[in-house]
């Protein structure tokens, strides 16, 4: 009793406790029924100790080379699609399908290849959610999917001043914390990527999104001037500075041409940066190399959690293959997602905030430039997506060429 009481004290001041809006059933649960229960019903539960000794993560940093962890083998030359013109922009499920075929890959595309939901060592599933990726929205998704497949979901409160990556011990307690959770469950939090297998604990199932870097960093502008957001925002810390009028409603446009503020200026020495306009940081983790800003080394890191641990990225650019990806390779959870979406659609497009998205030549060419990187990992998660797809649908694709 005292061991469990000392955790949950643990949660509450985490402020886990009373953030669980989608809690149905009380934290902590320690029956020994439901253990037995489940037990019996987790025919999903598979062990896969390999047990590689990989090598640690900063002899990763030294030895990756960028074509290491590129989708479809190609080197990051390739994969920025600048051979549009020549043949079909492999960065579309189209293109990458012609791709594929044409190297002779398809043959040996198959679902289980890209399936890393089997190494999972329990039920239950990580969304560490990026900011302006539409996260809200797959939450109630997941949520909804809960009462139909039969698990609890559970969310974390946004912290106002956390920092950029967790020591060992904070992830320690994390996951300490998260591995007390009932299973089968979902958990969703505004967190870097975790090793569970390092804190001695099973490995759960990773998921998350994304959306096209440019586009998710206006977003993120304008969601921080929403006066939605402002209140809040002052709400949650009374200290904060509100600005005049002019500073809310500038275009992202012209704050960047002139550098004006420092959400606009992106370079390593804006301590701005350490925010959450980029997704390599979360997929990354917290590693010290994780927080450096449009860094070769950050986007290796990250495609290779892609690639190895992440059972599902998708993005609400591509709802449909998203969805299907997500039912495919993790059906315990996801079964009937298509389905249950298109049920209710406005009841998962939730949190947009309408924005002018147009952009000058020069600041276009600025923010490929800085997000250079995090273009190219988006790519990746892209191809990785749509190779999914195919892989899930191969007969399909060759019986009707589209
Ligand atoms: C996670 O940690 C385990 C144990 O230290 C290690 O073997 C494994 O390679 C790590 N995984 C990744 C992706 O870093
Ligand atoms: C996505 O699926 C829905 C429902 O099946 C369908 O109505 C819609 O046309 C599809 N959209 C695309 C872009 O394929």
Redesign the pocket.
Known sequence: MSLGADRSYKMKLRDVENAFKYRRIPYPKRSVELIALLAISCTFFLFMHTNKLNSRLKEMEVKLQPSEFSALGLTSNHVSGHDAGKHDDINTLHGTYQYLKSTGQLVDLVPVRLNNTPKAEREFVFFNRIEKTGSQSMTRLINQLGLLNGYETFRNVIQPKRAMTENFEEQREFVHQLTELSEPSVYVEHANWVNFTVHDMPRPIYINLVRHPIEKVISAYYYLRHPKIVGQSVRRNPNKIVQDKTYYDMKFNDCVKQRISPHCVFDAHNRFNGDWRRFALKLCGNAQICEQLNSEATMQMAKMHVEREYSVVGTWEE??ITLAVLEAYIPRFFAGA?KVY?SQTKKFTVNTTPHDNSLDEEVERYLKDSFKFELELYQFIMQRLYMQYIAINKNQFMDTPI
């Open positions: 709802t449909n298509t298109y």
